[in-house]
C-alpha cells in the first residue's frame, strides 16, 4: 500500500538552498495504461514495471523488476507523454523517518516541481505538517498525478 501526499512547488528559488547536495535519480517514465494504472519506469540504470490501484491519498502498489531490452521494447508501446524528470530525497525536517521526494520536471512540463511525502500509515499522512517551502497540497486534486500528466490532452491548472 502506498500512501503519499503531494504538493506543488512554486519555482526553483522557494527549494531549500542545499537540495543539491542529496542523492538524485534520473527517471523516465511512461504509461501502458492509466486505468488501472501500469506504468514502466527507468530509474538511472534500473527498470521497473508498476501496477497502481485507484486512490489520491491511499492506494495499492506493486513494482516488477524490468530488463532494459524490455524497457525498450515496452517504451514503444506506450501512451502520451514520457515523463521525465529528476528526483531528490531530502529528509523530512523534524521527522527523521520520512523522505521528501522531490520531483523536478524536465522536456514537455519544464520548471513543474512537485514533491511527495510516503507515510507509513494512513493517521501519519492525515497530521503531517509540511515545511514552509512546500506550496499547495495538490494531493486529493488528481491533477499532478504522474499517470494524467501523461496525458496529451491534460491541462494543468
Not at 492525515?126 to 517551502?133: A, D, V, Y
Amino acid at each position: 500500500m502506498e500512501i503519499e501526499r503531494k504538493y506543488r512547488i512554486g519555482r526553483l528559488a522557494d527549494l531549500p538552498k542545499h537540495y543539491t547536495s542529496f542523492p538524485c535519480h534520473a527517471i523516465e517514465q511512461a504509461y501502458l495504461c492509466t486505468d488501472p494504472v501500469i506504468r514502466i519506469r527507468r530509474e538511472d540504470e534500473s527498470y521497473y514495471l508498476t501496477y497502481k490501484g485507484k486512490g489520491l491519498l491511499a492506494r495499492e502498489e506493486y513494482n516488477l523488476p524490468l530488463t532494459k531490452e524490455s524497457y525498450d521494447h515496452l517504451l514503444k508501446k506506450a501512451d502520451g507523454i514520457i515523463l521525465t524528470k529528476t528526483r531528490w530525497f531530502l529528509p523530512a525536517e523534524g521527522n527523521e523517518d520520512l523522505t521528501i521526494e522531490l520531483d523536478i520536471f524536465e522536456g514537455v512540463y519544464k520548471g513543474l516541481i512537485l514533491a511527495e511525502v510516503e507515510f507509513p500509515t494512513l493517521e501519519a499522512a492525515q497530521t503531517f505538517s509540511p515545511p514552509s517551502w512546500f506550496g499547495e497540497d495538490v494531493t486529493f486534486s488528481g491533477q499532478y498525478q504522474n499517470s494524467r500528466l501523461s496525458d496529451p490532452t491534460h491541462k494543468l491548472q
